[in-house]
């Protein structure tokens, strides 16, 4: 007998030593180890769930199955004598995306503050099975510290299908993100379908070549284009919803929009012609500030946009807008500004026609050089500092800078082997390094920093696996960014937990750059 027990404890501790100890990424605020045997999960689990969180507990069992090939039974009430997961709604949990996640030999309880909750702490538990089976007793309070945890991805430069931007959106719900920023047009191509406007597909959306490398003056003069129609951008808007992610969307305006000129020549201070860009960088053509039929052209997109979108934020660009043509232009050298900039002129106008649908402008930093109306909200791309002064005047920010959010960069120094030609350098310790509210803000700015992304854009993404390469690992940096509090991060500890993190990129087929892990990389070309 005592055999047996010695045995027996053996074997507990065994499983205890296995079991899951949810280090995952993004860490959450509070683990609070129990003591006891760890609750198995096998066939006979069953997943207990009301009609509101049906569609979580579908999650939980697709996630379940994917990682650990068991099947778990989904039910509305618990059956006597049987080991279940519950999920819950519950006004305990004071965050609307906050959970608190209970485990035990005999039970699991995810209780949300919201669906939303409810969803990441199934992600939390989700990280934690890779590969295990076991999770030991523990209580986890969690909450996320921003409210904006977003990515971006420029569909412009180079054009994406539907199937990969639902794996991107796949790839924002493992990180706990909530905002999907699409950039929809620019001056490489036009991708969202129009209808009163349909030439923005039918001309826009095709450019015929483009330049090879970095702005070189050889141009591969090979037709490029494709657009998501309306029907698929909804798809896309509800396959982001099921997973608690709003697509705000981009149209970038008044620069940025050769495609449309090259559409409608009509639009712009010259009246053409205008052909779809072929290279990359800023355009002197911008839309005409001065023409009445460019507002009824702007207010047509964006109404079909909101239809589109129900986001109650629209970005509308904003950034790099040459005004060498306004100067040049009798229309708009003629407008009556009212101490408004000719640019600060048409973001008014844009901004009132927005506010008036009950929607918000969110625009890229150039806007505070153009006086921004006051209830714009700022994305801070030029560093830190235009986010940090915008915050100050009273503006919501979101963070996005050069310096540590641009994941077209490149993330090693080393780059002959690099699929991208990209430059600048931002590594995985540089992202882990950003905090979006620091205290040299103000209190009262800190309440106005929404939260931080980071932008993806596509010259150099000529496809979909340079798009996963450059996102990962350094999207995993930028989750514990937006959600993680400061005094919970260590960048040594990141790392681990980041080790085992790539176990479920590696389930799911993901590209990564292995730079941390040079064991895992393909050996030099020289060395085949």
């Not at 960088?281 to 839309?287: E, H, N, Q, R, S």
Request: one cysteine or more; glycine letters at 6%; hydrophobic letters at 40%.
């Amino acid at each position: 007998m005592r055999k047996v027990c010695v045995l027996l404890i053996f074997f507990f501790t065994l499983l205890q030593v296995s079991a899951a100890d949810y280090q995952v990424v993004p860490l959450p605020q509070s683990i609070q180890h129990q003591e006891g045997a760890p609750f198995m999960i096998d066939e006979t689990v069953r997943i207990v769930a009301g009609a509101d969180l049906q569609r979580e507990a579908v999650f939980l069992r697709d996630y379940v199955e994917e990682l650990l090939s068991r099947k778990l039974d989904i039910v509305s009430k618990p059956r006597k004598g049987e080991r279940h997961i519950f999920l819950v709604v519950s006004s305990k949990v004071k965050h609307p995306e906050g959970y608190t996640l209970f485990v035990n030999k005999d039970k699991i309880t995810i209780e949300g503050g919201s669906d939303a909750g409810v969803f990441y702490g199934i992600q939390t538990l989700r990280k934690s099975l890779v590969a295990n089976n076991a999770l030991s007793p523990v209580i986890i309070h969690d909450a996320p510290r921003f409210s904006w945890r977003g990515m971006h991805l420029d569909c412009s430069r180079h054009f994406f299908p539907v199937s990969f931007v639902k794996k991107y959106i796949d790839l924002l719900a493992l990180h706990q993100m909530n905002v999907f920023h699409w950039h929809l047009t620019d001056d490489q191509g036009w991708r969202i379908e129009i209808k009163k406007w349909q030439k923005l597909i039918t001309v826009g959306s095709r450019r015929t070549g483009t330049i090879i490398g970095t702005n070189s003056d050889i141009d591969d003069e090979t037709p490029y284009g494709g657009y998501y129609t309306q029907d698929e951008a909804r798809e896309i808007v509800t396959y982001a919803k099921e997973r608690h992610i709003t697509v705000v969307p981009e149209i970038d305006m008044p620069g940025h929009m050769l495609a449309a000129l090259a559409s409608y020549p009509e639009l712009g201070c010259t009246g053409g012609p205008y052909q779809v860009g072929h290279y990359w960088g800023v355009y002197k053509d911008v839309l005409c500030v001065g023409n009445e039929k460019v507002y009824q052209f702007v207010e047509d997109v964006l109404t079909e946009i909101m239809d589109i979108f129900p986001s109650e934020v629209i970005h509308i660009g904003g950034d790099e807008t040459p005004t060498e043509k306004w100067e040049q232009c009798a229309k708009c050298q003629s407008l009556a500004l009212g101490g408004h900039t000719l640019q600060g002129y048409f973001t008014q106008r844009v901004f009132n026609f927005l506010t008036a649908h009950h929607r918000r402008a969110l625009g890229w930093d150039e806007l505070l050089e153009n006086k921004a109306p006051q209830d714009a909200m700022i994305m801070s791309w030029r560093g830190t500092e235009p986010g940090g002064k915008a915050a100050e005047m009273g503006h919501d920010v979101v963070m996005a800078p050069t310096t540590h959010c641009y994941f077209d960069y490149q993330q090693v120094k080393d780059v002959l082997f690099e699929p991208s030609r990209c430059g600048g350098y931002i590594p995985i310790e540089k992202v882990y390094s950003l905090d979006p509210a620091p205290d040299s803000l103000s209190a009262a700015a800190k309440k106005h920093i929404l939260g931080v992304q980071a932008n993806l854009w596509s010259e150099y993404m000529t496809n979909e696996r340079i798009v996963e390469y450059q996102a990962l690992p350094r999207m995993s940096a930028l989750a514990e960014v937006q959600w993680t509090q400061p005094s919970r991060k260590n960048y040594d500890d990141f790392v681990i937990r980041l080790t085992r993190m790539t176990e479920l990129y590696d389930k799911y087929h993901y590209r990564y750059c292995k730079h941390l892990w040079p064991e895992r990389q393909m050996p030099s070309r020289w060395q085949f």
